[in-house]
């Protein structure tokens, strides 16, 4: 369908990282904003405007309305002007605890590396929710000899963590700052 090629036209784009389309095929403004008959694309990462647009264009319905803040021109074949529009995804900050033994109960766990290299390759999709499965997994993937025991997630230092965690919003994205 016209839907999972507009997904994977974008997600086939240099730089983008992430995608999310939502579609509203009511014929009236549902509870995300969307107007009737009209899909909201979200984008992460750092796609050209022109080829996001340009994938937009192409693949849409004929009819569809879109909803967003970005906006670039696509000249059609006829000379006309049609004026795209999608969101970039907004960064939303998640806080991870954990703790951890050694596998082998010999050699320590590698916890400066698991620390310097966690921000980089634990990154979730567009309004994806987070788990701990999904952490320890790349905890593993830094140090095979990590046994995580215990892991929360938090939008706040300083908030109550939890085993799962949904962004705030469709067209956020969980993202781990730093160490």
Do not use: M
């Amino acid at each position: 369908g016209y839907l999972a090629g507009l997904i994977a036209a974008l997600e086939n784009i240099t730089g983008v990282t992430s995608v999310q389309v939502y579609e509203n095929t009511t014929g009236v403004t549902d509870g995300d904003g969307i107007p009737g008959h009209s899909i909201w694309v979200i984008v992460s990462g750092t796609g050209e405007a022109s080829s996001i647009a340009q994938a937009i264009y192409n693949r849409r319905n004929a009819g569809c309305g879109l909803k967003g803040t970005q906006t670039f021109n696509v000249v059609g074949p006829d000379g006309n002007v049609f004026t795209v529009r999608w969101d970039n995804v907004e960064q939303e900050d998640l806080y991870i605890k954990f703790n951890a033994t050694s596998l082998d109960g010999v050699n320590p766990v590698a916890y400066q590396r698991i620390i310097d290299e966690l921000p980089s390759i634990f990154v979730p999709g567009v309004y994806e929710q987070v788990n701990i499965n999904d952490l320890a997994t790349a905890i593993q993937l830094i140090d095979n000899n990590c046994l995580v025991t215990s892991a929360g997630f938090s939008t706040s230092a300083g908030g109550s963590y939890t085993n799962t965690l949904t962004p705030t919003a469709k067209n956020k994205q969980f993202a781990v700052a730093s160490a």
